[in-house]
């Protein structure tokens, strides 16, 4: 069987990505000077090691407004579809997805766009569904965030519907919707290989229904790996139940070092020596009062966690260390992570040539 053009469809190979590097620090809430500066120059840096090493997709965060603080976590971010534009133009095998908030976007408009970077990249983009939770964005646009997940997952769901139906309907139509109301529209080009793979992150029911329904890939966060086996499995059956197959995926924050100390170490200095902590106080409260992604009964270890990269799993040590961390997210039922470092395209190198051989040699990833 011939590979699929776009490496999120992978079958039988525990997927790795990047996450954030649009965004300024990436996903470590830090001040060390070193931080990740998101500018073109480095992304594409990024993507072209990711790409060459065969790492299988890049996700970008929508951002309007950062999070205040020394630093002003994520105050400075490229717009992700124009940036998965770019990549897709400059890389060969790799994914990139661009991060669209329902909200602020036309599906008319998002259809044509994403089944243009498609064309761009032969087969390689995909969609991350935001359907809305950060209310600082909302207002900043004149808006209202709907108190309510119905509403919010209501609206997202008529958004996606006339997406799906201008990438497979051949003729114009007319929509007569809740939310929307069109008259002879129609999309071409389609999306060169159907519709590309479609993620989604959620915790409500709702939102979880919505990815079940919708999604080829949902990410939830990876706090506590015995929760997480759970988790999992009622997904899994879920979207069994449903009649699909959606895969789990989670974050991960990479501090990879020669010897565990040197990881430990710098994983002290940069996630609690030199933490911007008001940042993080104020991405937790917004967390915590509109998203319902982390388990509200874990908050002092997220607080930590959200420091070290938003978060993420901590994946720190040794490469063996590293390998035996995605080793235990692969047990636990998860299809794959992203990751975060620092700075992306400083410490990637040294990631895909120490922790990527072991990965392939416990039989986790497929090389090429």
């Not at 919505?210 to 939830?220: I, K, Q, S």
């Not at 978060?311 to 490469?319: E, N």
């Not at 992570?337 to 416990?362: G, K, M, Q, S």
């Amino acid at each position: 069987m011939s590979e699929p053009r776009n490496r999120m469809f992978r079958r039988n190979h525990f997927k790795l990505g990047t996450f954030s590097a649009n965004c300024s620090s990436g996903m470590a809430v830090t001040k060390v000077p070193e931080r990740w500066v998101n500018s073109w120059e480095n992304n594409l840096r990024m993507a072209q090691i990711c790409d060459a090493n065969g790492i299988d997709f890049l996700l970008p965060i929508a951002r309007w407004i950062g999070y205040g603080g020394e630093t002003d976590f994520h105050g400075s971010v490229l717009e992700t579809m124009t940036w998965a534009a770019g990549l897709l133009a400059s890389t060969q095998r790799i994914s990139a997805i661009a991060t669209i908030h329902t909200a602020c976007n036309h599906p008319v408009v998002i259809a044509k766009q994403i089944a243009t970077i498609d064309q761009i990249g032969q087969g390689r983009a995909g969609l991350n569904i935001v359907a809305g939770w950060n209310q600082p964005e909302y207002e900043a646009m004149g808006q209202t965030l709907p108190d309510d997940h119905e509403t919010r997952y209501g609206y997202a769901q008529e958004w996606f519907d006339i997406i799906k139906k201008l990438w497979r309907e051949p003729k114009a139509f007319d929509w007569e919707g809740t939310y929307f109301k069109l008259k002879g529209v129609y999309g071409n080009p389609k999306p060169i290989s159907g519709t590309p793979p479609i993620v989604n992150a959620a915790g409500s029911p709702q939102g979880r229904e919505f990815a079940m329904r919708n999604a080829n890939f949902l990410f939830t966060p990876a706090i506590d790996l015995e929760r997480s086996k759970d988790e999992i499995a009622e997904l899994k059956e879920q979207s069994t139940h449903v009649g699909r197959e959606v895969d789990v995926l989670t974050f991960s924050t990479v501090v990879c070092r020669a010897t565990e100390k040197e990881a430990k170490d710098y994983l002290e200095y940069y996630a609690r020596q030199n933490a911007d902590w008001e940042a993080v106080d104020n991405l937790v409260k917004l967390q915590f009062a509109h998203a319902h992604s982390f388990p509200h009964d874990l908050l002092a270890l997220i607080r930590d966690r959200m420091a070290a990269g938003h978060g993420g799993f901590p994946l720190v040590g040794t490469p063996e260390q590293v390998a035996d961390g995605i080793t235990a997210l692969h047990n636990a039922g998860f299809g794959g992570t992203t990751l975060a470092f620092v700075n992306y395209a400083e410490e990637l190198p040294y990631f895909c040539d120490t922790v990527l051989p072991i990965l392939e040699e416990r039989g986790i990833r497929r090389g090429g």
